[in-house]
């Protein structure tokens, strides 16, 4: 089955301590790319990267890290995560500029 | 700078009664236009993308339409479970893509 997975879904943790969550896409897209949505202000995106070792910088990527070492996976990295960041954040995959097909969603909650 | 602005930001429509989300963009050189359905609690699910101007798609009670400046996602007869958040994003000449803060819509049976 064709789909985007994340890690975790749920996620509490404190302010300063690096996590990661991963992203993994079983379709071989070239096109992976990490958003964050809140209330009011939608769907923003954060890294993208087009394709192996070549990731770019979105709308909000201030404290936020990513890497793209294998084609079908490209972790989000928090190194000192601050509740401003507490958020709902999805991971996407695509062919270019078709449709993305989205990971379920991972709430991360800052304290 | 790329935007996309969606109207209404909410809407209630009885079962069966038509009608229109608009999405409304300024980008520069559109490479795609895209309209999502997000159901509570999950990622957004593709529905259609739009290319060029008078360009139309359908499927099922959705059809999405795209002029130079606006697309809209017209609802025929809907039923209570198209009850969802519908999204619009667009993707320019660089590599990003920027959504609308989407239509919440609620049919009642």
């Known amino acids: 089955e064709a789909q985007v997975t994340q890690n975790p879904r749920y996620l509490i943790t404190v302010t300063g301590k690096k996590l990661t969550v991963t992203c993994s896409q079983n379709?071989?897209?070239?096109?992976m790319s990490w958003y964050r949505q809140d209330p009011g202000l939608g769907l923003r995106q954060i890294y993208y990267s087009m394709n192996v070792e070549v990731t770019d910088k979105g709308d909000v990527p201030e404290g936020y890290k990513v890497s793209r070492k294998e084609k079908r996976n490209f972790p989000l990295i928090l190194e000192s995560p601050s509740p401003n960041q507490t958020s709902l954040y999805f991971c996407?995959?695509?062919?270019?500029?078709?449709?993305?097909?989205f990971g379920p969603g991972t709430r991360l909650t800052v304290l | 700078e790329d935007q996309v602005t969606q109207s209404p930001e909410a809407l209630r429509l009885q079962e069966g009664e038509s009608s229109s989300l608009n999405c409304s963009y300024t980008?520069?050189?559109?490479?795609?236009l895209f309209w999502y359905r997000q159901d509570p609690g999950k990622g957004p699910e593709f529905l259609f993308t739009?290319?060029?101007a008078g360009e139309e798609k359908e499927k099922e009670r959705l059809k999405a339409t795209l002029t130079k400046k606006e697309s809209f996602l017209h609802i025929t007869a809907p039923k209570p479970e198209d009850s969802a958040t519908y999204l619009c994003a667009v993707q320019g000449t660089g590599n990003q893509f920027y959504f609308g803060t989407g239509t919440s819509l609620t049919v009642i049976p």
């Open positions: 996407a995959s695509s062919f270019g500029s078709v449709a993305q097909y």
């Open positions: 379709m071989n897209h070239e096109y």
């Open positions: 980008v520069s050189g559109l490479r795609g």
């Open positions: 739009l290319y060029s």
